[in-house]
């Protein structure tokens, strides 16, 4: 049961109980509300009310503009109703889940540490884990006001695990209580899969990953996936990862653990805050990862499927360096933006 939300000018309705937001129930349901993140920053899923009352769970949210507000537009990721409403929100249909989220409970089994403040979680739930490679999961915390977006490193399976690279981020109030109070045993509240820069592995273009910090998480989804499906097979995978310090760079233990069927696997790291001591301890290339992948692929860029994630400095590059400087058509580039 939930408050019926009608779509102005469309057959399309949904109805959204108080705990969901208008943006989750719909998908759910399958109408089609563009976004992104999930989480306030994109501004993808703006709306406007026509009728009906809804609580806004973060007015300052970042993607809303003084100009939205003066216009009354709102954010569907960060609404939930109080009574049934009408809403004016432009459909899309390339929202359309592949696989519609749920909810499920999931019980803590434990991390592993991949650098001085980075880890993989681990989580089990008793229905499999349905998602596609590249996509992220809702996590609602105990205490903490707002559910958090992570991606999934691991691969779908029916045994219901959940792999998240997530940093500790001094200020967030999210990763500190992840890294410091979750107890083996746990169980936490998921909502998942979102998001829509997951892998297509039905374009036969050779593949290319490129990471920064925690954005590594979806990209070793991708990569994982990539490298043991046979439809990869003779195509090559680049995974291009920048970090600040020789200390950030944990891919080698992460691929280790791969073992590509046929596809070729290429991992490119670099650098990008090396003192001169530093310098003189790594042997690599000290510059930021978009830069790497420019010397790497050079006048070849617009030949690939571009999947990538990480901090907004890093993402706001790589589209400049893709898009404006080598002219690689938007649709072989897949991210989503949390900024
Ligand atoms: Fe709502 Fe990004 S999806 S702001």
């Given at each position: 049961m939930g408050y019926k939300i009608t779509v102005d000018g469309s057959d399309n309705?949904?109805?959204?109980?108080?705990?969901?937001?208008?943006?989750?129930?719909?998908l759910r349901q399958g109408v089609t509300i563009p976004y992104e993140c999930n989480s306030g920053g994109c501004g993808s899923c703006k709306f406007e009310l026509v009728s009906g009352e809804v609580e806004d769970l973060w007015p300052d949210a970042p993607a809303l503009t003084p100009r939205d507000k003066r216009k009354g537009k709102k954010l569907a990721c960060q609404c939930r109703p109080v009574s049934d409403a009408v809403i004016k929100?432009?459909?899309?249909?390339?929202?359309?889940?592949?696989?519609?989220?749920?909810?499920?409970?999931?019980?803590?089994?434990?991390?592993?540490?991949?650098?001085?403040?980075?880890?993989?979680?681990?989580?089990?739930?008793?229905?499999?884990?349905?998602?596609?490679?590249?996509q992220?999961?809702?996590?609602?915390?105990?205490?903490?006001?707002?559910?958090?977006?992570?991606?999934?490193?691991?691969?779908p399976n029916e045994a219901g695990y959940w792999q998240f690279i997530i940093k500790r981020m001094p200020e967030g109030n999210a990763s500190t209580w992840l890294f410091s109070e979750l107890k083996e045993g746990d169980v936490l509240e998921l909502d998942a899969p979102y998001g829509q820069a997951y892998l297509r592995p039905e374009i036969e273009r050779d593949v290319v990953c490129i990471a920064g910090g925690s954005g590594l998480s979806p990209v070793m989804s991708i990569v994982r996936a990539a490298t043991g499906d046979s439809r990869f097979a003779d195509r090559k995978i680049y995974l291009f990862y920048g970090g600040r310090t020789p200390g950030d760079i944990c891919t080698p233990e992460l691929l280790s653990e791969i073992e590509?069927?046929?596809?070729?696997?290429?991992?490119?790291?670099?650098?990008?805050?090396a003192d001169a001591a530093t310098r003189e301890s790594w042997e690599g290339p000290c510059c930021f990862v978009h830069e790497l992948v420019e010397q790497t692929l050079g006048d070849r860029m617009p030949e690939f499927e571009y999947y990538f994630c990480g901090p907004a400095p890093m993402t706001e590059a790589v589209q400049r360096m893709l898009m404006i400087e080598h002219k690689v058509p938007f649709e072989q580039i897949h991210f989503d933006r949390f900024f």
């Open positions: 309705e949904f109805s959204c109980d108080d705990r969901d937001t208008l943006l989750r129930a719909a929100v432009r459909l899309e249909d390339h929202a359309a889940p592949e696989i519609r989220p749920n909810r499920f409970k999931v019980r803590y089994l434990g991390r592993r540490d991949l650098t001085a403040d980075m880890a993989e979680f681990r989580f089990q739930s008793d229905a499999p884990a349905r998602f596609l490679p590249g992220f999961a809702m996590l609602s915390l105990p205490g903490i006001q707002g559910d958090r977006a992570y991606s999934m490193s691991n691969i590509p069927l046929d596809a070729q696997l290429i991992c490119e790291t670099a650098i990008s805050d």
